[in-house]
């Protein structure tokens, strides 16, 4: 299992959920790995527990993508995987949707996406994969969750531009979308236990391999689609969720 032999892959937002499994993948495959987030103390202790380099950096900051790219190039020269995978969910409707809460998410999601991957162009390495986290919800979207879907919608359209413009050389450029997966996110939203279980229970029900997905699945693939194995796919986008899409 080392396919990824000495590979330096950054992966942003890496101290829990689908970025903490990466990052263990990856390192089980023989990467170097470099993890991100805002939070020092969390970011620091996931990186020990994993054996991986930690850089505190807030995506949705411009100036903290570049200080991130700065020390990646100081400390590892180049990039062979960029895992942009940081992201924040956020409910309402679009009628109680407050500016702040829009503009949370889509600093996080899109803009912050975005720049991670324009700052960090000029030190991946020619045949380089980039990964982009988006959802199922880009593919569809429904009510309750307008800004989250849009900004992951908008992802899936710069994934394809990227795969376009950096084709020439050699860079590929794709998305996993998830389906509800068991991490942390939904907490963060600010409910209690038993309302995300209640939640992800109706969530299940419409899914039709009934089950929630796993992060060390969304790991695997993320793995595969930057190993020599996929070289051939760019352009893509990967949707993970029981059939959830089709329901
Ligand atoms: N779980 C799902 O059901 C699901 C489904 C589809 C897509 N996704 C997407 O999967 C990605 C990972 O989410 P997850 O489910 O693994 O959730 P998670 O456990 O909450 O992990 C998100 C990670 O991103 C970090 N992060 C958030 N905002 C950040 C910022 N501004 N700068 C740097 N790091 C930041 C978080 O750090 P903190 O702990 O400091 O916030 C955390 O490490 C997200 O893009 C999410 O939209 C999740």
Redesign the pocket.
Known sequence: MDNLKDKVAVI??????????TAKQLKEQGAQVI?????KE??EK?AQELGVTAVT?????VS?IENLVAKVKEDFGAVDILFI?????GLGTIEQTSEELYDSIM???LK??YFTLSKFIPILKDGASVVF?????ASMPGPGSSV?SA??TALNSVMKSAALELAPRKIRVNSV????????????VGLDEATVNGIMDVVVEKVPLKQ??K?ED?AKMVAYVSSEAAKFITGSDFIMDGGMVLA
């Open positions: 942003t937002g890496g101290n829990s959920g689908i970025g903490y499994a993890i991100t987030g805002r939070r969390a970011i996931a950096a807030d995506q949705a900051s903290d995978n940081a992201g924040i969910a600093n996080v999601n912050g996406a986290l988006s959802s199922n919800t989250y900004s992951k979308s998830p389906g509800p997966t068991e991490t942390e996110v939904m907490k963060k929630m997905g992060s969304v």
